[in-house]
Protein backbone atom coordinates (compact mmCIF):
# COMPACT_ATOMS: atom_id res chain seq x y z
CA UNK A 1 0.00 0.00 0.00
CA UNK A 2 1.42 3.49 -0.69
CA UNK A 3 1.84 6.49 1.81
CA UNK A 4 2.38 9.72 1.33
CA UNK A 5 3.29 12.03 4.15
CA UNK A 6 4.05 15.97 3.38
CA UNK A 7 6.04 18.17 5.88
CA UNK A 8 7.48 21.68 5.57
CA UNK A 9 4.58 24.02 5.30
CA UNK A 10 3.56 27.04 7.46
CA UNK A 11 3.07 31.03 6.77
CA UNK A 12 5.86 33.36 5.12
CA UNK A 13 5.52 36.57 3.95
CA UNK A 14 5.51 37.29 0.20
CA UNK A 15 8.97 37.00 -1.09
CA UNK A 16 10.12 34.03 1.50
CA UNK A 17 10.76 30.96 1.19
CA UNK A 18 9.43 27.17 2.15
CA UNK A 19 11.09 23.78 1.25
CA UNK A 20 7.96 21.06 1.40
CA UNK A 21 8.59 17.39 1.41
CA UNK A 22 6.86 14.28 0.53
CA UNK A 23 8.49 10.89 2.24
CA UNK A 24 6.90 7.85 0.31
CA UNK A 25 6.58 4.28 1.44
CA UNK A 26 4.89 1.48 -0.26
CA UNK A 27 6.68 1.89 -3.76
CA UNK A 28 8.69 -0.27 -5.59
CA UNK A 29 11.11 0.57 -7.51
CA UNK A 30 10.80 4.39 -6.21
CA UNK A 31 13.47 5.47 -8.94
CA UNK A 32 11.21 4.73 -11.83
CA UNK A 33 7.88 6.62 -11.03
CA UNK A 34 6.41 9.62 -11.58
CA UNK A 35 6.08 11.60 -8.72
CA UNK A 36 3.55 15.11 -8.67
CA UNK A 37 2.93 18.27 -6.38
CA UNK A 38 -0.51 19.73 -6.14
CA UNK A 39 -2.09 22.17 -4.67
CA UNK A 40 -5.78 23.78 -3.39
CA UNK A 41 -6.94 26.74 -2.59
CA UNK A 42 -9.91 27.83 -0.81
CA UNK A 43 -12.74 27.20 -3.38
CA UNK A 44 -11.09 26.37 -5.84
CA UNK A 45 -9.82 22.90 -7.88
CA UNK A 46 -6.43 21.31 -7.16
CA UNK A 47 -4.20 22.01 -9.52
CA UNK A 48 -1.15 20.40 -11.06
CA UNK A 49 2.28 21.97 -9.50
CA UNK A 50 5.33 20.40 -10.88
CA UNK A 51 6.30 16.67 -11.09
CA UNK A 52 9.16 14.82 -11.90
CA UNK A 53 10.10 11.57 -13.75
CA UNK A 54 12.47 8.82 -13.54
CA UNK A 55 15.55 10.37 -14.99
CA UNK A 56 14.72 13.22 -13.09
CA UNK A 57 12.74 14.91 -15.88
CA UNK A 58 10.50 17.91 -14.73
CA UNK A 59 7.63 19.90 -15.33
CA UNK A 60 6.19 22.51 -13.57
CA UNK A 61 2.96 25.07 -14.24
CA UNK A 62 3.58 28.73 -15.42
CA UNK A 63 2.78 30.04 -12.40
CA UNK A 64 5.53 28.78 -10.62
CA UNK A 65 8.97 28.40 -13.12
CA UNK A 66 11.51 29.93 -11.83
CA UNK A 67 10.41 30.11 -8.62
CA UNK A 68 9.63 26.57 -7.25
CA UNK A 69 12.06 23.33 -8.02
CA UNK A 70 10.82 19.83 -7.80
CA UNK A 71 13.67 17.36 -7.02
CA UNK A 72 13.73 13.74 -5.52
CA UNK A 73 15.88 11.60 -3.38
CA UNK A 74 16.01 7.49 -5.11
CA UNK A 75 17.67 6.60 -1.58
CA UNK A 76 15.26 7.82 0.88
CA UNK A 77 12.18 7.56 -1.91
CA UNK A 78 11.18 11.15 -0.88
CA UNK A 79 10.34 14.43 -2.84
CA UNK A 80 10.59 17.54 -2.03
CA UNK A 81 9.44 20.98 -3.64
CA UNK A 82 11.63 23.88 -2.96
CA UNK A 83 9.29 27.31 -3.10
CA UNK A 84 11.24 30.67 -3.18
CA UNK A 85 9.62 34.16 -4.22
CA UNK A 86 6.30 33.05 -2.51
CA UNK A 87 3.68 34.64 -3.41
CA UNK A 88 0.36 35.19 -1.85
CA UNK A 89 -1.72 33.58 -4.59
CA UNK A 90 0.73 30.40 -4.01
CA UNK A 91 -1.41 29.79 -0.73
CA UNK A 92 -3.36 26.70 -0.36
CA UNK A 93 -2.83 23.02 0.76
CA UNK A 94 0.19 20.82 -1.00
CA UNK A 95 -0.32 17.54 -1.91
CA UNK A 96 1.97 14.87 -3.01
CA UNK A 97 0.87 12.37 -6.06
CA UNK A 98 1.86 9.19 -6.74
CA UNK A 99 0.74 9.15 -10.28
CA UNK A 100 0.54 5.55 -11.15
CA UNK A 101 -1.29 4.46 -7.81
CA UNK A 102 -3.16 7.57 -7.59
CA UNK A 103 -2.23 8.09 -3.92
CA UNK A 104 -2.54 11.84 -2.29
CA UNK A 105 -0.94 12.35 0.99
CA UNK A 106 -2.92 14.52 3.71
CA UNK A 107 -1.60 17.57 2.31
CA UNK A 108 0.23 20.50 3.97
CA UNK A 109 -1.13 23.98 4.63
CA UNK A 110 1.20 27.08 2.84
CA UNK A 111 -0.03 30.56 3.57
CA UNK A 112 1.54 33.24 2.26
CA UNK A 113 0.89 36.98 3.66
CA UNK A 114 1.35 40.20 1.55
Known amino acids: QVQLVESGGGSVQAGGSLRLSCETS?????????MGWYRQASGKQRELVATIGRGSSTKYADSVKGRFTIARDNAKATVSLQMNSLKPEDTGVYYCNHMRSGAWGQGTQVTVSS
Open 26 to 34: GIIFFTIHD
